[in-house]
């Protein structure tokens, strides 16, 4: 390129004036497209499974076992040891209070110490029957426990030497009857 001189032919820049219209804008009706499309020409290759997971399949899981058919239990057990705990636990409480007014101006200690076990036997009993209805085993042991406790106050009474109706006498059978019947593998199996 020298300076100053004309252009050469090299350099210098070809004009051209437009001889036509421009060429209309593309027509996107008929959509063409750059990719170059062929018929194939064989057999496709047989494309690998995908592996989706690094978790192996499982197994199907297996069948469950037929289960011993489900026999239902026979309330009646249950129903006789609550029945029992209930006229036990009344029998109690009436001689307790009866022992507790008559003997009070005399032994107030001996008073407190029956009313106390009264009351133990008496929430023992009451938790254990609501236990054994709901079919809980707590319940079982509990009317145990309650039953256990009248023994001890009917214990005390004829250790006190009270003078006491002869009926009196007979209640201790029924703390023993609940207990019995608490303890019977029919009361269990209910609670199970």
């Known amino acids: 390129m020298t300076s100053g001189g004309p252009p050469s032919d090299e350099t210098r820049i070809i004009r051209r004036q437009p001889e036509a ?7 996107f009706s008929e959509q063409h497209t ?19 997971s690094f978790i192996p399949q499982a197994a199907p899981p297996p069948r469950p076992q037929q289960q011993p058919p489900v026999t239902r239990q026979s309330p009646l057990a249950a129903s006789a040891t609550a029945t029992v705990s209930i006229i036990s636990g009344w029998a109690t409480a009436v001689i307790a209070t009866s022992l507790i ?7 107030e200690l001996f008073c407190i110490a029956i009313g106390f076990l009264t009351a133990v036997s008496a929430a023992a009993t009451i ?16 009317i145990v426990v309650g039953s256990v406790v009248a023994l001890m106050i009917f214990a005390g009474l004829f250790v006190a030497g009270a003078d006491l109706p002869q009926l009196v006498y007979g209640i201790p059978i029924l703390p023993v009857a609940a207990i019995t019947l608490a303890l019977l593998p029919a009361t269990g199996r209910w609670c199970r």
């Open 127 to 142: 938790g254990g029957l609501i236990s054994l209805l709901l079919r809980q085993r707590i319940g079982r042991l509990l």
């Open 101 to 107: 007014s008559g003997w009070w101006g005399t032994d």
């Open 34 to 52: 750059g990719i170059i499309r062929r018929s194939p020409t064989g057999a496709f290759a047989a494309a690998p499974e995908p592996q989706t």
């Open 21 to 27: 219209a421009p060429p209309p804008p593309p027509d």
